[in-house]
């Protein structure tokens, strides 16, 4: 008899550029009980937007490890970012977090909102300036 393998795609990766970041700011905030927040909200460009914030285990998240650092994402949240990656870019155009979402049917330029197929959120024009 087979063993069977069951194999499950991680809930978020991070880049190194990302995690470098991420440790950044939880170090300038000296609290070991912080880990990265990341959370699916209604409205931007696309009807869905992604937040991140520092923040602590709430009632109900899902805690993941990643490339050691605790990243925090609430039971609703978890079902829309399974499998994205999180970047961080430092350009010419603005620094800032975005996410690569492969459950996004649209998404908008500057990388902080999106749709997915079980969405009916209206598309908007681009506020984030692209």
């Known amino acids: 008899m087979a063993d069977s393998i069951e194999t499950q795609q991680a809930l978020v990766n991070m880049t190194p550029a990302a ?18 927040r990341i959370f699916v909200a209604g409205g931007g460009c696309s009807g869905m937007q992604y937040g991140m914030t520092l923040d602590e285990v709430q009632d109900g998240d899902v805690v993941v490890e990643v490339q050691g650092i605790r990243v925090l994402v609430d039971e609703m949240s978890a079902g829309y970012i399974q ?48």
């Open 19 to 36: 995690a470098e970041k991420v440790r950044e700011l939880l170090d300038q905030e000296s609290d070991p009980s912080l880990g990265l």
């Open 83 to 130: 499998g994205s990656d999180v970047d961080y870019m430092d350009s010419l155009m603005g620094a800032g977090f975005t996410v690569n979402n492969p459950n996004a049917v649209s998404t908008c330029g500057c990388g902080h909102s999106f749709k997915t197929a079980n969405d009916s959120g209206d598309a908007r024009s681009c506020g984030c300036g692209h």
